[in-house]
């Protein structure tokens, strides 16, 4: 079985993708990145390059599937605005390429991912790196876009196993949900 | 003098549009209307066909210019939320066509257009409808945007000669401050 998955992590100023496959239960890297908005940008136009580059990004490595966090809404209503507005170019453009959209909630990733729902930014970053065999570890954005995708495709294969995918108690950094066929290189 | 002006009054589930011309110191309606989200569509789907849709009535009435209503952050983290992700779609539509965009306070758009900067919706439609010369009150969403439309076009106005546009005593519905060529139906 077979699955590309994108991730997204979307931002007013930064958007992170990176893509994965799952192939017979093992999950590949295949690319990440990141979308910066041309500081002289005007709003509208910042929000008109990431839908064009995020459809670029999707007609180039073609997933099916995408993954993005949960809207994590504890921050205030001025920063839920501007952040919901880069979501929502994201989602427009996962909707206009016909990708089939799944949300999980922030700690959700983080668990799935590293083994701990709080870890920090710079955990998600080496955890994602190691995983996924990469030479460097990926820039926040971009690890963050790799471990939703990496928790997508993680849940997907709990869900075929019937297993919990909430997990009661909290494992270690040092066994992570995910499984990393280590052999595939980029 | 002449400028055709797309207002835009997004929403999760109705999206109003309006657009007006300015000639020569008057301001005439072309169109209307709401685009409503499908109930059964998935969030991704909706925001799609929002943008798709903005695009094509930004293609059939080739507006220079859009005016959308600043955000309005006091209603909550979650709500913005989700408003801020249509307001993104409608942001990346504007760029992506070219247009430029300007931004006016929700009390700036009622004052401008009602002559109460706190004025009802009900108000608002009805005020519209009086002068753009309408045969039926707009709906809600499609008045909204037709006042953001029409705050644009005063604000340019009164700009021009030098006005300052912050009214400092509170005129009366009677005497709105945008004036409009009642010969010109439709």
């Known amino acids: 079985m077979q699955a590309r998955i994108l991730g997204i992590d979307p931002g007013s100023q930064v958007t992170g993708y990176g893509v994965v ?3 017979d239960g093992a999950v590949v890297h295949v690319a990440h990145g990141t979308l910066r908005a041309s ?3 005007s709003p509208e136009r910042r ?3 990431l839908y064009r580059s995020l459809l670029e990004v999707i007609e180039h490595h073609r997933p099916e599937l995408a993954s993005v966090e949960q809207l994590f809404v504890a921050r205030g209503a001025r920063s839920a605005l501007v952040l919901g507005q880069a979501r929502g170019v994201a989602l427009a453009a996962i909707g206009a390429a016909g990708l089939a959209l799944h949300e999980y909630a922030p700690a959700r990733i983080k668990q799935s ?3 701990n729902g709080r870890a920090s930014k710079l955990q998600v970053q080496r955890v994602v790196k190691r995983l996924l065999s990469l030479e460097r570890a990926p820039a926040a954005d971009a690890a963050d876009a790799l471990a939703a995708a990496l928790c997508h495709a993680q849940a997907g294969r709990l869900e075929r ?3 919990r995918t ?3 108690r909290r494992p270690t950094a040092r066994t992570p949900l995910v499984r990393v066929d280590r052999r595939s290189l980029r």
Do not use: F, K, P
């Open 47 to 49: 929000l008109a390059d």
């Open 39 to 41: 500081r002289d940008g």
């Open 21 to 23: 496959e799952r192939r």
């Open 161 to 163: 196993l019937g297993v």
């Open 113 to 115: 991912v590293t083994g």
């Open 166 to 168: 909430r997990a009661r």
